[in-house]
């Protein structure tokens, strides 16, 4: 048997209450790793371009990687994938935490959900023992209390994936939320609506076997090496999170403040930093499965106004799209807001996204006071952050408009079109393309719309050095030439992560790819050279783009926001820079042997043994 691999997929039709396991070939897993690579193979054999996102026909999975359930450091993720209710195109998250591998240890690479049931269930994964659970007690309660609601009906140990209020309400920004009051989130593109129209309200997991790996003394060895390396060059991180940057961020003109309006906010990133959560709020640090960083947050507020218990603190994203997005500075207030996202269910990003669209909208005389319930939207007032959240997961007022996303909500409330901040119906995440070109291109060719994580090319601009990849010092973030192939180049190595399910932030930690294919072939016991490795996310990244094309995307999509494309800052660290789109998307075409419509040309597709996929 493969090492690594379970080679087990548990499907499960929620319509006919029909369970079973079937085998994974390993010629796919070589092809296409695990995590969303695996699980974009699998959505490419069996949806079609009119699978509603919210209709019984719409897959929902869960995919490990060969990393998974290992001693590979930072490898206890998972990808969530389906059709998107939100951009109706491809969708996946990437969520980390303890539930990925637990479900490895459980004995499965992935679970493929189809149909929906007739009444709330949610699915309880015991290794080789598996039941569709009743959930009509657990329906309507919030993510902390299924967790607990569950691991009471099953084991102390479980870790639960589920669904909040929003999900059950068909929430076009809803997540899925796991491990409890750690709250790892798999936010974007509403893959939490989707399990709603399943009535699917969680999953549980549970799992005692260890996983085989090919060479546990190699993987041991290099363990060893790098780990005083990783935790040195990770102290930041671990002191501060993912915030610690905040300052910087900001100074260098990547924070979005006002709803991409302002160039500079100085004072309030400093309240929002990771270093003044350290004075303020922190009370411990969270760990995923096979972690040496620790960035979650743990945080308690024991007084004022937005009391909370121990549990997850807010992320960058967090505290930059509730907090600088809506010009809110109250690190107190953030942390309740993204608690109570957390609980309901929400994605920060899109939410903080849709609640600053609201109070842009107000001021500038777009909203009447029937439609924000006679109360003002301003910027700066947490109560409204606050209210905001608890509308749009209950889809009422306002809210139930904003529940749809920036896209629709634009339309249904006649906003012009600089209002219109996304990229394939997908709100921006928390880092500006005017303060590094390179993100520019990659949120414009993101295959589930814009996305940081998905190219994480920034990074080469910032502070990290790949030479495997051509890149042996830190780039020009203004420069214009070479950005296209640099995206690329970033895009193809972050989807062998996405699949292989190691946690990129590895990457500040000093970990290479010459360290990640290394350890795949420790565990798996193949001899994979740097080509194919790369090469396989190079295929994983075109196959979710053939995925889009079959649904009617283009070249015409590959773009970005008008305010992004044509308002400059004005004032900060990236005050006059406008990307040049069009002419780095031109070299990023050429480079990926796509046409001049984005569209991979056949000699590409059969380079990357693409060719039966392309003709489907």
């Known amino acids: 048997m493969l090492k690594g691999f379970r080679q087990r997929l548990l499907r499960v039709d929620l319509t006919n209450r029909r369970i079973w396991v079937e085998p994974i070939a390993e010629d796919v897993l070589r092809r296409f790793l695990g995590g969303s690579g695996l699980g974009a193979w699998y959505h490419f054999q069996e949806t ?4 509603d996102p919210l209709s019984p026909e719409n897959l929902l999975g869960f995919f490990a990687g060969p990393a998974t359930g290992t001693l590979v450091p930072t490898s206890g993720r998972h990808a969530v994938v389906a059709r998107s209710p939100l951009t109706g195109l491809w969708g996946e998250a990437d969520v980390g935490g303890r539930w990925g591998w637990t479900l490895k240890r459980a004995g499965y690479d992935g679970v493929l959900i189809s149909g929906a049931a007739d009444e709330p269930v949610y699915l309880w994964i015991n290794d080789d023992e598996i039941e569709i659970r009743p959930a009509g007690h657990l329906w309507g309660k919030d993510t902390y209390s299924v967790d607990e609601l569950i691991k009471g009906e099953t084991t102390a140990k479980t870790v639960v994936g589920s669904i909040g209020p929003a999900g059950e309400n068909l929430v076009k920004v809803a997540a899925i939320m796991f491990d409890g009051k750690d709250a790892r989130a798999a936010g974007r593109t509403g893959l939490g609506a989707v399990m709603g129209s399943k009535k699917l309200k969680a999953i549980a997991v549970s799992g005692s076997q260890d996983v085989p790996v090919a060479n546990p003394e190699g993987i041991r060895r290099l363990l060893q090496e790098l780990l005083p390396l990783m935790k040195r060059q990770a102290q930041g991180m671990t002191n501060y999170g993912t915030a610690g940057g905040m300052v910087t961020i900001e100074e260098v003109g990547d924070l979005p403040i006002k709803n991409w309006q302002e160039g500079s906010w100085p004072e309030g990133a400093k309240k929002l930093s990771g270093q003044h959560m350290a004075e303020t709020i922190l009370v411990g640090r969270y760990y995923c499965a096979s972690c040496v960083i620790g960035c979650g947050r743990v945080t308690e507020v024991k007084e004022g106004p937005y009391l909370t218990g121990r549990g997850a603190g807010p992320e960058y994203e967090t505290l930059s799209t509730l907090g600088a997005m809506c010009l809110i500075d109250d690190i107190a207030a953030i942390n309740y807001g993204g608690e109570l996202c957390n609980r309901y269910g929400l994605d920060t990003i899109s939410t903080g996204a849709l609640i600053a669209l609201a109070m842009e909208a107000y001021e500038k005389g ?7 319930g006679g109360r003002p939207v301003k910027w700066g007032d947490p109560e409204i952050m606050l209210q905001l959240i608890s509308d749009i997961a209950q889809r009422r007022g306002l809210g139930a408009i904003l529940a749809e996303g920036v896209r629709a909500s634009v339309k249904r409330l006649g906003l012009p079109p600089e209002f219109d901040l996304e990229v394939k119906g997908l709100e921006l995440p928390a880092h500006d393309p005017r303060a590094y070109n390179s993100i520019a291109v990659g949120y414009a060719t993101s295959n589930r719309g814009a996305c940081h994580l998905q190219g994480f090319s920034h990074v080469l601009e910032k502070s990290v050095t790949l030479p495997e990849l051509g890149y042996p010092e830190l780039q020009d973030r203004f420069a214009v030439d070479g950005k296209g192939i640099l995206t690329a180049r970033a895009q193809d190595l972050m989807a062998i992560y996405d699949s292989l399910k190691m946690c990129k ?4 930690a000093g970990v290479k790819p010459t360290h990640m294919l290394t350890w795949l072939n420790y565990v798996t016991g193949w001899s994979m050279d740097m080509k194919e490795f790369l090469q396989i996310g190079e295929r994983i990244f075109n196959l979710k783009r053939l995925y889009n094309l079959h649904l009617g995307v283009d070249g015409r999509q590959d773009t970005l926001p008008l ?5 400059k800052r004005s004032t900060g660290g990236a005050a006059e820079n406008l990307p040049p789109l069009s002419q780095m998307l031109k070299e ?20 990357l043994g693409l060719e039966r996929e392309a003709g489907s």
């Open 563 to 567: 305010r992004i494309l044509q308002q």
């Open 48 to 51: 079609t371009a009119s699978t």
């Open 588 to 607: 990023y075409y050429q480079y990926r042997g796509w046409d001049e419509n984005g569209v991979p040309t056949s000699k590409k597709l059969a380079e």
């Open 505 to 508: 932030f590895s990457l500040f």
């Open 366 to 372: 777009y909203l009447s006071p029937e439609q924000t």
